[in-house]
């Protein structure tokens, strides 16, 4: 027990500072287990992205429906031998993506389109590994802080949920006699829904692990709820335009109008209403769904201009500073898929727009988070 202190010690006194330091677990919140977990969601972060950015490829390649099979444990392993190789090439021949639209194909072209398959499906594998020996290692060496298990829990759960939907959207596709080439479009839409919720998960927790419990809880205090509210509503507009973009994809609807603002010439797209049933349009007509993502885009720009603008009167640096990011990012973004547009959706400029809509969802969701938990600052400018 330490000896007892003189009521005119100086507080500046080096050795009394020490002596009156807080010990308590609050006030290690970014010691031991935390920096470590925190390094490991980091890393997933890392690989879910790029999964997307794997998926996306293999969409944009149509090499999605080239692994005919769910065969999570075996499937692991690429075929070994030329037998093998022709059996996996004829259980392909047999589906309608290639008795409609590849016949052309040889097994030299097959092999190319399977690995971009494969790759994202081991990739998949790898995520899982990664999650279940990081979770149950800190779980083992009982490093987990208090309430976090199952947090942590969370992002196993989803990406196993995420290999099953996975499957779901490409047996949508493996048809035969019905003349089906790809996988239906809301299925993809779930499917790369749930990829971005998965992101939003673990980028959360990576910036809850970024601070302290003791700094959390007195940012806490002084939450800018309205900016809070808006931020909340910007993401989950965000993650709308999202699923718009999958259901573009998934009909190769980028392509089918070149020009703009116009589309065709003039403000609806020609032939927007063709489809029978008419609700058929609003998921299977390519210029009525690529005029609702632009559309969607537009209005989500606009309510990000109002957020930023928002988040501009925050009396917090970090909070100003979090939302310019988020609005250079929309900004870039909208830009970029006019670009996309224009060009006519060629792979790596559609690509890059899929990975700028993962940095822009980041960013919303720094901002949004730096809205509840804001920076302190002293008048100096240095973090309190």
Do not use: C
């Not at 003349?179 to 749930?194: M, P």
């Amino acid at each position: 027990m330490s000896g007892k202190r003189s009521i005119f010690e100086e507080v500046s006194d080096p050795a009394a500072a020490k002596v009156a330091a807080p010990t308590g677990a609050i006030d290690r919140g970014r010691g031991g287990a935390r920096r470590g977990i925190r390094a490991w969601l980091i890393v997933l972060f890392v690989l879910v992205a790029a999964m997307i950015a794997v998926g996306g490829l293999t969409r944009l390649t149509d090499s999605g429906l080239s692994i005919t099979e769910w065969r999570p444990i075996t499937g692991a392993l690429p075929p070994m031998s030329d037998a093998d190789w022709q059996a996996e090439f004829d259980r392909y021949r047999a589906i309608d993506e290639f008795q409609v639209q590849n016949r052309w194909m040889e097994l030299s072209d097959f092999k190319r389109i399977y690995w971009w398959e494969w790759g994202h499906r081991q990739l998949g594998r790898v995520i899982g590994l990664v999650w279940a020996a990081g979770f149950l290692g800190f779980l083992l060496a009982r490093q987990i802080p208090a309430g976090w298990t199952g947090r942590l829990l969370v992002p196993g759960i989803l990406g196993g949920l995420q290999g099953a939907i996975g499957w779901w959207m490409v047996a949508s596709g493996v048809t035969q006699g019905e003349g089906v080439t790809d996988v239906a479009s809301y299925r993809l839409a779930v499917h790369l829904g749930l990829a971005f919720v998965i992101l939003g998960v673990l980028a959360w927790d990576v910036f809850l692990l970024g601070r302290t419990e003791r700094d959390l809880m007195q940012a806490r205090r002084a939450k800018e709820a309205r900016l809070f509210g808006l931020s909340t509503g910007l993401m989950h507009f965000a993650f709308l335009q999202i699923l718009l973009g999958a259901m573009v994809a998934g009909i190769d609807a980028g392509r089918s109008f070149t020009d703009w603002p116009l589309m065709g010439g003039q403000l609806l797209p020609p032939g927007a209403m063709q489809l029978e049933p008419a609700w058929r349009n609003f998921f299977e007509n390519p210029g009525l769904v690529q005029f609702i993502h632009r559309v969607s885009g537009y209005l989500l720009l606009a309510f990000g201009i109002v957020v930023w603008r928002r988040g501009r009167r925050s009396a917090h640096d970090a909070t100003r500073a979090g939302f310019d990011a988020m609005a250079a990012a929309l900004l870039g973004q909208v830009v970029l898929g006019i670009v996309t547009v224009l060009l006519g959706a060629p792979l790596w400029i559609a690509l890059l727009h899929q990975l700028m809509a993962v940095a822009l969802w980041v960013l919303i969701l720094r901002a949004r988070f730096l809205s509840a938990y804001p920076v302190a600052t002293s008048l100096r400018g240095k973090r309190a």
